[in-house]
């Protein structure tokens, strides 16, 4: 199979509709929220009665700019809101208003984790249509979501690989919820992907005809989908076939791409600048007061976790991936005394992640507090515990709530570090066992283990391994002859 | 006061008449109650009257206790049925809208309202106000009250009619292409189309969504002024709507002497006839012994006006009617077997009167791949031309004026088989929608055979202040009003 | 310029209205009419001018909710309704 591809380069744009987390619709001050009977959320402007008239939700703007700052794209001083004309039961006004030849705005890109930069062709602001459900004879039409915002981003297709349009989604999904302007949950339909794929002979300059594959609602999906429509296109050209420009839907149980029944032939949609909205006027002023309040975005939270937590990449470009990860690990950072924030990424990331994902928390609301994390660290750090008695206060924090501290104190798990008591212990079992102590002598260093063994069980596992194992190693080689 | 009095008093003489208890809230009602079921057949000027709503209307005011606080106090006002109301219906003279209710009030309603203005009813108009005639709508033509075989003129008909034949005092209409003026001009009454965005147009059903404007239709140029204070100022509901507040007049003749007024050249030539033409001398005579210096000034883009107002106006309204698709209101087509799109076919083609849908054809193709540029898009480029025209003339000059129409009131059916011919009849007023200035139609004149004509005097925009201080002198001086009326 | 009726038809069908065979001839007509009618425009310069509009003044909504006219009162005009949802014939897709 990929064989097959080798001949070929692999050509990708991608068009994401992310709806913006706003309180009230883009053109009127219906409510956005999720659910709710059907066309609860509906006035006289989304339900498209006649004499309703569109003004636009400043919320929207201020995010379209924080998005556009946080791509480095041009943001037009003037851009237009046009109409774009169809009959469709979900579209009351028979037209939705979005943007058209002057779009809000340009260029800008992302950065790829291969460092390679990934171009913009532009993004605009658009509404929402409203929802279809099928019955055997009749359709029924809800306009809750009609009217709810929208940006939509356009790559330029630069994108080579499913793996580099995956990539390239993570990316701009943890961008605007970095910015907080979308919480971007595939499943939901807050973050859509369509994507155009094309094939072109390995070297030439000419494109091949693509095919947008539309509603990709995940990242596993995107690139599933993607393999798939690229080696169906190689399986035609190869055969000596055409590729047909189509519309496909993506089957996610066959993980296969099937055309979609065509609603029509391509749609004539008669754009023009839409006459109840003016020029949108976007100047220096406005973008800097955005630009100042905007916050640290993945790739430089990235960068500074590396510089100034001294943490290895892929650690810092786990913690970043999610802004609130990002948020509770900086969090836990601000209790650490002889605890490494390197050793806080550990636990957080390993650990703590498990947790999260098997009991479905999250690190916003995280029964086990970042502080919680940071006591634990440190009490590692001075030594008070080990790592191993450690993951049993873990476990205890988890089940309880209880903070370190308190289940350390609860428990008495304090590790023993006494030189003294470690020395007696020891003598103690070296003594009690002499076959062992032989073994030992007589060559097979690895019978250190079964002291260690009977005198962590002996102690609870409370006392430190570090100063038993410095503690038998001397008792023991003291019994050697000659020593 | 007796009730024929009543019927011929100007809303200011209304309120104040209440206000210093010459007569009651009751009689005022009772008067044009009464007026419009006597008048009101004949001219066919209504879509909507119901004395219940009405009497619903002045209950709620009568508790009012301090009346005098309210600028429109007990006034009643008709409203073209193109604007909504919550408690009657709304069909914009169109089939496809019958017994629609909507469910909001347009904001220019709420405001008279709390101004303490009863709506009266709505008024019969060329369908979704397209056409200059009353002859397209779907409740019938509407006569001309100074001749019923004749016209009042649209697309506002039944609101000029109604208000020059004393059913009420104050009406209010809409205009696009010259639907208030050309009407007012026809039926002897004042008409103002406010600058773009004046007047709020929430709640105006749209047509030509950048060149609609609400306005008053009254006998006096007070009482517009009065009715433009109360409906205008910035609507948050309408992005279009200026920020600037309504205005005082003051009102001084002095204000009249040294105005430069400019004859648009090309609105007086032949194909005026006779009697306009006549008129049209007269007032420019009249404005001339007020003071004024009133010369002839060139306008070539007005030539182009026409098309411009077609192209544009049509293809925005093929974009405003697509929402009229029998799904969420309005007419349906009642076939049951009938598929989602022979539902959306029927309704339309059933619902839609058939200058609407020329005008719908008309606007769709112009906005069509590969003709925008040619149509749509060059009618933009010519209407930037036209208003940066406009502009550089008043720079020279104060007002601009020209006869509201090239003829009277023409026959019930005599231009309603060539669409062409009506269409061109609107060079008058097109310009002033496409450059969005405000103008006002009064009568300066009468012709031979009895008929109203119209002097349109158009101001710089969002100089409404002026506009109507000029009008109102220029009215004071020839008393047209209180030499004419209408025999109906 | 010339209209024929394939054209209107396509024009037809992008208004979503139905037109007679009388109809489609009588469009011709008149669309041919009033085109010949603006090419006049072309006699006009093309400038280059951008509609600014009379004021820069923003006309935005702050982001709040506003209450809404509820689901019943929603479908309460609607021709055909299921529940509150709108009803139309069977979508195909």
């Given at each position: 199979m990929s064989d097959l591809l080798q001949q070929f380069d692999l050509v990708i744009g991608l068009e994401v509709h992310c709806q913006l987390d706003t309180q009230s619709k883009l053109f009127c001050g219906c409510s956005t929220s999720f659910g709710g009977e059907p066309n609860a959320h509906t006035c006289p402007v989304c339900l498209g009665l006649p004499g309703a008239l569109p003004v636009v939700n400043k919320k929207v703007l201020d995010s379209a700019i924080a998005l556009a700052l946080a791509v480095g794209a041009d943001i037009r001083q003037r851009s237009v809101f046009a109409r774009k004309q169809y009959f469709y039961p979900d579209l009351p006004k028979g037209y939705q208003i979005s943007q058209f030849d002057l779009p809000f705005c340009e260029k800008g890109g992302i950065t790829l984790t291969s460092g390679k930069f990934i171009e913009l062709t532009r993004i605009h602001i658009e509404e929402d249509a409203g929802k279809n459900v099928h019955g055997d004879k009749n359709s029924f039409v809800d306009l809750n979501r009609a009217g709810i915002p929208l940006l939509e981003i356009v790559s330029t297709p630069q994108l080579e690989s499913a793996e580099e349009a995956s990539d390239f989604l993570r990316r701009l999904h943890s961008i605007v919820r970095f910015l907080e302007i979308s919480n971007a949950n595939m499943e939901e339909g807050s973050f859509r992907c369509d994507a155009n794929v094309s094939l072109k002979r390995k070297g030439a300059t000419k494109l091949g005809t693509r095919c947008e594959i539309k509603n990709l609602n995940s990242f596993r999906n995107i690139e599933r989908a993607i393999h798939y429509e690229a080696v169906r296109q190689a399986d035609i050209i190869v055969q000596g076939g055409t590729i047909i420009q189509q519309t496909m839907l993506f089957d996610a149980n066959s993980g296969s791409t099937r055309p979609m029944r065509s609603k029509e032939e391509s749609h004539d949609y008669r754009y023009f600048p839409d006459p109840d909205l003016p020029v949108l006027f976007i100047n220096e002023e406005r973008i800097e007061k955005t630009r100042k309040s905007l916050p640290e975005l993945p790739a430089q939270l990235e960068k500074r976790f590396i510089e100034q937590f001294e943490l290895p990449a892929v650690d810092a470009a786990q913690l970043t991936s999610d802004r609130d990860l990002a948020k509770y690990f900086e969090s836990s950072t601000k209790f650490l005394k002889k605890g490494t924030p390197k050793l806080a990424a550990n636990w957080i990331l390993s650990e703590l992640a498990r947790e999260v994902n098997d009991r479905s928390w999250t690190y916003m609301n995280c029964p086990v507090s970042a502080q919680s994390i940071a006591q634990l660290v440190n009490a590692i750090g001075e030594g008070t515990i080990s790592g191993k008695i450690a993951k049993t206060v873990f476990k205890s924090m988890v089940e309880t709530g209880k903070d370190p501290e308190t289940i350390i104190k609860e428990e008495g798990l304090v590790q023993i570090s006494d030189k003294s008591a470690i020395r007696t212990l020891v003598e103690r079992i070296v003594n009690e066992n002499p076959a062992q102590v032989a073994e030992f002598l007589s060559g097979k260093e690895k019978i250190i283990g079964f002291f260690v063994g009977r005198i962590m069980k002996e102690s609870g596992g409370k006392m430190n391994p570090a100063a038993v194992n410095a503690v038998l190693l001397s008792t023991l080689n003291s019994k050697k002859v000659g020593s | 006061m007796s009730s024929t009095k009543i019927s011929s008093l100007s809303a200011k003489a209304i309120v104040s008449g209440l206000a210093s208890r010459s007569f009651a809230l009751d009689d005022v009602i009772a008067t044009f109650v009464e007026r419009t079921k006597k008048v009101c057949p004949a001219l066919n000027s209504h879509v909507f009257f119901s004395e219940e709503v009405i009497s619903k209307q002045v209950d709620a005011l009568k508790k009012t206790s301090n009346p005098e606080s309210y600028p429109l106090f007990g006034v009643p006002v008709l409203v073209k049925d193109n604007i909504c109301t919550m408690d009657m219906p709304t069909t914009c003279g169109s089939k496809i809208l019958a017994g629609y209710v909507p469910q909001y009030d347009a904001t220019v309603i709420s405001r008279l309202r709390n101004a303490g203005a009863v709506i009266f009813g709505k008024t019969n108009q060329d369908e979704f106000a397209m056409g200059s005639s009353n002859e397209n709508s779907a409740y019938g033509p509407v006569k001309n009250p100074?001749?019923?075989?004749r016209v009042p003129g649209g697309s506002s008909g039944g609101s000029a009619a109604a208000v020059a034949a004393e059913l009420v005092p104050v009406a209010l209409g809409s205009d696009t292409g010259g639907s208030i003026r050309q009407p007012a001009s026809f039926c002897g009454v004042v008409g103002l189309k406010p600058t773009y965005g004046a007047v709020s147009r929430y709640g105006l059903v749209a047509y030509g969504s950048s060149l609609d404007c609400i306005g008053p239709i009254t006998r006096s140029v007070e009482d517009a002024a009065m009715v433009f204070d109360v409906i205008s100022g910035h609507d948050p509901?309408?992005?279009?709507?200026?920020h600037s507040g309504s205005r005082e007049i003051p009102n001084s003749e002095a204000m009249v002497s040294k105005k430069r007024i400019g004859v648009i050249s090309e609105l007086i030539g032949t194909g005026n006839d006779l009697d306009t033409t006549h008129s049209f001398k007269e007032a420019v005579l009249e404005l001339k012994a007020l003071g004024a210096v009133v010369e002839e000034v060139s306008l070539p883009e007005i030539e182009y006006s026409i098309a411009m107002y077609y192209l544009i106006a049509t293809a925005e309204a093929s974009s405003n009617l697509a929402r009229f698709d029998g799904i969420r209101f309005g007419h349906r087509s009642s076939d049951p077997t009938q598929s989602l799109k022979e539902l959306y076919l029927n309704s339309r083609s059933e619902g839609f009167g058939k200058e609407v849908k020329q005008r719908i054809m008309l606007g769709t193709f112009a906005l069509s791949s590969g003709y925008y540029d040619a149509y749509y898009g060059k009618a933009l480029n010519a209407r930037e031309q036209l208003k940066s025209a406009v502009k550089r003339l008043f720079s020279q000059y104060d007002f601009l004026i020209s006869p509201t129409s090239p003829t009277t009131a023409f026959k019930i059916g005599e231009k309603i088989a060539d669409p062409l011919s009506m269409y061109l009849s609107d060079i008058g007023t097109i310009a002033a929608n496409l450059a969005g200035i405000p103008a006002i139609s009064i009568p300066c004149g009468m012709s031979e055979s009895r008929l109203p004509i119209g002097l349109q005097i158009m101001a710089p925009w969002n100089q409404e202040t002026s506009l109507l201080q000029l009008a109102g002198i220029y009215e004071k001086k020839l008393k047209w009003s209180e030499r004419y009326k209408p025999n109906v | 310029m010339q209209i024929d009726a394939h054209m209107v038809a396509q024009v037809a069908k992008l208004a979503h209205l139905k037109l007679s065979s009388e109809e489609i001839v009588y469009y011709q007509n008149h669309l041919e009419s009033i085109l010949g009618y603006v090419q006049q425009l072309d006699k006009m310069a093309q400038s280059q001018q951008v509609a600014t509009g009379e004021s820069e003044i923003q006309s935005e909504r702050e982001d709040v909710r506003r209450p809404s006219v509820g689901a019943e009162q929603a479908v309460i005009q609607a021709p055909d309704s299921s529940g509150t949802f709108f009803q139309v014939p069977r979508i195909i897709e």
């Open positions: - | 100074w001749d019923l075989e509901k309408d992005a279009t709507s200026l | -």
